[in-house]
C-alpha cells in the first residue's frame, strides 16, 4: 500500500509543455478512474520541440524536482515524447519515485503495418534523437521508417483545446510531409510521436486522404502506470485534479472546459 502520512493517497503526476499530456492522462483515467491527478504544463518552455538537448536536458528534471517536493507524487510520467526522449534517464536519476516516459511508438507501429511503410511525426527535436534511431533498428530494421517534423501541429492541438478551430492547412502539411516523401505512398501505420497529435487523431486521418492507422503509446503508458502502483489503494471516489503552470496563470481560462473533461478544476501556479 502506497499512503502518505497523513493518511491522503499520493497523486500521479503528469508532465508536458501543454495540453499533450492529456491525450495520455485520458487512457490513465479509464483505467483508474479515482486516482488523484496533478497536471504539469510548462507553458513558459513550450515548445520543447525547438529547444536543445542541452536545455532540455537541465530544465527537465529542475522543474519535476520542484514539482515533486510541492505535490509529493506516487509517481511521474512525462507525457511528452521530446522531454523523455531527451531527459528521461536524467529526471530518473535525480528523483527516488517511479518514472514513466513516452517513447515514439515504433514497436507496435511494425508489428501493424502490412506495406512495410511506416511513418513518425513528432517535434524537431524528437525526430533527431538517437533514442529513435536505436528503435527503428531495434524493432523496424526490414520497415521503411520516414521522418517529419510537425510542429505546427502542437499550436493546432493547443487552439483545438481553446474551443478554436484549429488550422486545416497546418495539419495537411503535416500529412503531406510523409506521403511526399520517397515510398510515402505506401505508408498505412503513423505514428504521433508527440502527445499532443492524439488530440488531433481525426483531422489527420480526414488529411491523409487514404486508409491510414494511426497509433501512439498513451495506452501502453496507462497499462505501464497501472502495473506500477497495482499496490496502491486508490480513494472510493473521483477528487478534482490540479493543473499547475509554469506559465501566466491568466492564460489558462480558455482551457478550462477542456480541462474538466479530465476531471481537473483547480488551477495553480508554480
Ligand atoms: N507534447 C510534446 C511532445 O510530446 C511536445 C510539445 C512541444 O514541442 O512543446 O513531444
Not at 515524447?81 to 519515485?97: G, M, W
Not at 534523437?129 to 536505436?134: A, H, I, T
Request: proline content about 7%; glycine content about 8%; charged content about 20%.
Amino acid at each position: 500500500m502506497t499512503e502518505a502520512q497523513n493518511g491522503e493517497c499520493p497523486p500521479l503526476l503528469f508532465f508536458d509543455t501543454g495540453v499533450g499530456g492529456l491525450s495520455v492522462l485520458g487512457e490513465t483515467i479509464k483505467l483508474l478512474p479515482n486516482a488523484p491527478i496533478v497536471y504539469a504544463a510548462d507553458y513558459a518552455g513550450l515548445p520543447y520541440g525547438m529547444k536543445s538537448e542541452a536545455e532540455l536536458a537541465a530544465r527537465v528534471p529542475a522543474l519535476l524536482g520542484r514539482l515533486v517536493e510541492r505535490y509529493k507524487p506516487q509517481l511521474v510520467t512525462i507525457a511528452c515524447n521530446t522531454a523523455s526522449t531527451i531527459a528521461l534517464d536524467h529526471v530518473r536519476s535525480a528523483l527516488d519515485i517511479p518514472v514513466v516516459g513516452t517513447v515514439p511508438a515504433i514497436k507496435p507501429a511494425s508489428e501493424m503495418t502490412n506495406t512495410g511503410v511506416i511513418g513518425l511525426l513528432g517535434t524537431k527535436a524528437t525526430i533527431r534523437q538517437p533514442y529513435v534511431d536505436r528503435l527503428a533498428s531495434d524493432f523496424a530494421a526490414d520497415k521503411i521508417l520516414l521522418r517529419h517534423a510537425a510542429p505546427g501541429l502542437v499550436y493546432a492541438a493547443e487552439a483545438k483545446l481553446r474551443g478554436e478551430k484549429p488550422d486545416v492547412q497546418v495539419i495537411e502539411e503535416a500529412m503531406f510531409g510523409l506521403i511526399d516523401q520517397a515510398g510515402g505512398k505506401n505508408m498505412d501505420t503513423v505514428i504521433m510521436a508527440c502527445t499532443h497529435f492524439p488530440l488531433l487523431r481525426d483531422e489527420l486521418a480526414a488529411a491523409a486522404q487514404r486508409p491510414v492507422q494511426f497509433i501512439d503509446g498513451a495506452q501502453g503508458i496507462a497499462r505501464r502506470i497501472a502495473y506500477l502502483t497495482k499496490n496502491t489503494i486508490w480513494p472510493s471516489e473521483r477528487r478534482d485534479g490540479i493543473f499547475v503552470t509554469t506559465g501566466d496563470i491568466a492564460d489558462i481560462e480558455p482551457y478550462r472546459p477542456a480541462f474538466a473533461e479530465y476531471g481537473i478544476r483547480r488551477f495553480e501556479k508554480l
